[in-house]
């Protein structure tokens, strides 16, 4: 079963950028429609953007014109570039395939801690 690894989270003060990175394992990884999450304390998990097969993203609406999704097949990897962020962007981030049906298991996760 293919597995997702995210990394490059850390601290940033707000109005920074970070860019996260999501490894799979492998698998028919061109054919998947990949999506970033993020689960903050006492919440939720929620999407926060998307990436189709045929690359054709979308957002929600609180990350629009900040946040930017985008995949590399021949490595493997999607990857999330999020700009002017702010302490709400703070939380876990996880990457994992959009459909509930054939979603692998949720990794560990990549923390983004917005502070000054």
């Known amino acids: 079963q293919v597995t997702f690894v995210e990394s490059g989270g850390g601290l940033v003060q707000p109005g920074g950028s970070l860019r996260l990175s999501c490894l799979a394992s492998?698998?028919?990884?061109?054919?998947?429609?990949m999506a970033w999450y993020r689960q903050a304390p006492g919440a939720q998990r929620e999407l926060v953007a998307q990436?189709?097969?045929?690359?054709?993203?979308n957002y929600a609406d609180s990350v629009k014109g900040r946040f930017t999704i985008s995949r590399d097949n021949q490595n493997l990897t999607v990857y999330l570039q999020m700009d002017r962020l702010g302490p709400e962007d703070t939380a876990a981030y996880y990457c994992?395939?959009?459909?509930?049906?054939?979603?692998?298991?949720w990794g560990q996760g990549t923390q983004v801690t917005v502070s000054a």
């Open positions: 994992n395939r959009v459909n509930p049906n054939v979603r692998a298991p």
């Open positions: 492998g698998g028919m990884f061109s054919f998947y429609d």
């Open positions: 990436i189709n097969s045929n690359r054709i993203t």
